[in-house]
């Protein structure tokens, strides 16, 4: 069986890929690779969400599911004066992170390798990030929707992309059942981004 992008290591021979983009009115180099989630280019859903996430210039951030690190790379930029936790089970997606907060000079990060929430201990953030791992399954994304409840300060926002036809309805109904408050903040081309506060 094929490596999946939520595997811990993945197996699959390297091919890495940089190109550049724009996200937020911020240039990015990326470096990507085989066995990571959307490794040719940013994924539409990622870019939808990161237009539309509002995140503010002290906050401390988590990303979960980082990947190579897109949306938790344009959180640090626009945290200026906060703090972007950024987490994977991916090892081979938490070195490209790595590699690419260095190339484009993001300091104010923290990449670490971990299933869930595991390697955070008790610790509280403002605003919770997702594109959550759709093909791990149900009881893997609900999990990510349970973990960041937990992790949120009161009135903290989870933010998460997901399509319509891989469960957003339900996904919204597990927002709903878990927050005081879910707001459809946008749709784009059948990705829904909601907006959890707890």
Not at 21 to 31: A, G, I, N, P, S
Not at 59 to 67: I, K, N
Not at 69 to 94: C, F, K, Q, Y
Not at 179 to 196: H, M, N, P, S
Request: glycine share 8%; hydrophobic share 40%; with cysteine.
């Amino acid at each position: 069986m094929a490596d999946h992008y939520y595997t811990n290591q993945p197996s699959t021979a390297h091919d890495r890929k940089i190109w550049d983009t724009q996200l937020r009115e911020q240039k990015f180099r990326f470096v990507s690779d085989a066995g990571v989630f959307a490794k040719g280019g940013v994924d539409y859903g990622s870019r939808v969400l990161i237009e539309v996430m509002d995140i503010p210039a002290e906050a401390q951030v988590l990303d979960v599911g980082c990947g190579y690190g897109p949306i938790g790379l344009t959180a640090a930029r626009l945290a200026s004066r906060g703090h972007v936790t950024m987490i994977d089970v991916n090892r081979r997606a938490v070195e490209l992170a790595q590699e690419n907060a260095s190339n484009n000079k993001v300091a104010n990060v923290t990449i670490l390798e971990s299933d869930l929430f595991s390697a955070l201990g008790d610790r509280q953030f403002d605003v919770v990030l997702t594109n959550p791992p759709i093909r791990a399954g149900k009881e893997t994304v609900h999990a990510i929707f349970e973990g960041a409840y937990d992790r949120l300060q009161d009135g903290g926002a989870l933010w998460i992309v997901i399509q319509k036809k891989q469960g957003a309805p339900s996904a919204k109904q597990k927002l709903e059942s878990l927050f005081r408050e879910v707001e459809e903040v946008t749709k784009d081309k059948g990705y829904r981004v909601y907006r959890a506060i707890k």
